[in-house]
Structures are given as C-alpha cells and as structure tokens.
C-alpha cells in the first residue's frame, strides 16, 4: 500500500527561526503539559526535575517538537488569568531553553500576550492556537508580526462547552470549510508557515472524530502540513471501554492510521512509540520486490 495520490502538492518544510524542517516524512510534536489538571498527566512534572527528565527522556526517543501547555483544554477545563499562564510558562521555558537549547519549541496557547512575550523572551519556534484566533481577535496579526509557524486548530465553542451534544450536517466539509476561511484570512496578512490540526476531541462526537481521522486525505486539498492529536483521547477510551492509561496501544495504531492518510506531525505523550510507528510506516511504504507485476 502505498500513500495516496493527490493533485495537489503539499508544503513539506516550516521555518523555524531560519531553520527549516522537513516534513517528507512525519514528525513527531512531544507534549509537555505544566497543568495541574491535564486530562491525563496533571502535575505529573510539577517540579523542575522531574520536568527536565521528561524532556530529556522524549528528545533521546526521537521528539521533533516539544509542545509545552499551561492552560488544561480538556472538557470542562476552567479558564485561568494570563499571568497565571504566565507564571506557568516562564521558569518552565527558562530551564528548557537553558538545558536543550536547540529543540524546537512550541507553546499551546491562544493569548497574543503569552505569544508575544514568550517569542520575544524565550526564541519560542510556534505557537499552536487551538481556537485559530477566535479567543483573541488580533491574534491574526500578531503571528504575522511574529514571523512563527502558526498551528490552527478547529474548536467547536470552548473547553468549557465544547463537549455538550456538538452536531454538524457534515462534519468534514465543515471543518474543511472552517480552514479555507481561516486560511485565505491568515495568508492575506502573510502568514504562510502554517499547519492546519482538526482537533480531534474538540467539539467533536466519537463518529465525528473516526469520520475525520477516514477522510484526513481531504485537508491536502489546502496544500499545508497536517496535524493531528489522537494521544490517549476519548475517541480510543470510550471506543474500548477503557482508561487514559490503557489507551497507549489505541494510540499507536490511530497514529499509524492517522500517517497512512497524510498527518505530517503527530502530537503525542508516548513519543518512544510514535517514533516506533513512523520507522515502521516507513519501512512499509518503501518496501519493494524486484521485477514484481513486470
């Protein structure tokens, strides 16, 4: 089996502060989360060494990206101040830029003021929106000034709300269509470092969700590298009946199925066994046999 054809002819590079990183082949977006109620590891690296293990640890098992969050956006999370993000934010990126200076840094945020001050001060490398500027109505022309890789991600309402009975007539037209809005609007200020997520799990049914990982294949359309974050989601555990803890194997095969239909990044906790899946996938799609079908 071999990836599927399209017409169209997808950006496989991002500038990462004048690096470029090559997307041909999948990479992996390693998640740090210093909340204290992160659906899966809260407080889990609530100290500075067990944070720097972390890290460490997911560079050493292939991480490409390290994505690191201060606001939990699980269902029903509860909003926090900007200076509470802030607070979060800063001596965590202080420590990591001072012990890996040259992992390429993401941070989950949808505020311009954490974006900005967090470029400025720490050389963050993107910034990951998961409501695609709807949170903050200048985040468009920020990121423009900024000059980062931009993520949007599609959202139904709010962490809060997102999750109370989300209907959609179709919903991979509409999430499509979302982005071709987004797109047009980012790209006429200049943006053009950007990677487009679905956001599984985020406003999203649990047939909502397989329904997009099917037709992933359909966002080439806008010729832009495609995230997806699957890792431990409700989408495998209530599927198996089973906790966030349980859910690694869940995970790894959604990723493979996720790469097969043309995710370029993948965000995930286990990065080990991300790293382990696309080796495989590559092994795979390579894989050929002499005058075969001659």
């Not at 900024?146 to 997102?162: A, K, Q, R």
């Not at 859910?247 to 990723?255: D, K, M, Q």
């Not at 080990?272 to 390579?286: M, Q, V």
Request: aromatic share 8%.
């Amino acid at each position: 089996m071999q990836p599927k054809d399209t017409f169209f002819s997808r950006k496989l590079a991002i500038n990462c502060g004048g690096e470029l990183l090559d997307l041909s082949l999948p990479k992996i977006m390693g998640i740090l989360n210093i909340t204290p109620d992160s659906f899966f590891d809260g407080e889990r690296y609530s100290t500075k060494e067990k944070m720097l293990f972390q890290v460490k640890k997911m560079i050493n098992d292939g991480c490409d990206i390290l994505d690191i969050g201060a606001y939990s956006t699980r269902p029903g999370a509860k909003s926090i101040s900007v200076e509470e993000e802030l607070n979060r934010l800063y001596p965590a990126l202080e420590t990591i830029r001072n012990e890996f200076p040259d992992i390429i840094v993401s941070v989950d945020t949808f505020r311009l003021d954490v974006a900005k001050k967090l470029v400025k001060d720490f050389n963050v490398n993107m910034i990951n929106d998961i409501s695609a500027g709807e949170f903050d109505d200048k985040m468009f022309e920020t990121i423009a000034e900024l000059n980062v890789p931009y993520i949007i991600m599609h959202m139904m309402g709010s962490p809060e709300n997102m999750q109370d009975n989300p209907k959609y007539n179709n919903v991979v037209k509409e999430v499509i269509d979302y982005f071709h809005v987004k797109v047009e609007k980012l790209k006429l200020l200049g943006v053009n470092d950007l990677i487009i997520d679905p956001g599984f799990g985020f406003g999203k049914t649990l047939d909502h969700n397989y329904q997009l990982l099917k037709y992933l294949d359909d966002f080439k359309i806008f010729e832009l590298p495609v995230l997806v974050g699957l890792s431990r989601k409700s989408m495998i555990n209530n599927l198996l009946e089973i906790s966030p803890e349980e859910a690694l194997n869940g995970t790894s095969v959604l990723n493979t199925l996720a790469i097969i239909n043309g995710a370029n990044i993948i965000r995930v906790h286990d990065v080990k066994e991300a790293n382990e899946s696309i080796k495989l996938y590559t092994k795979f799609i390579n894989a050929k046999v002499d005058n075969w079908h001659d």
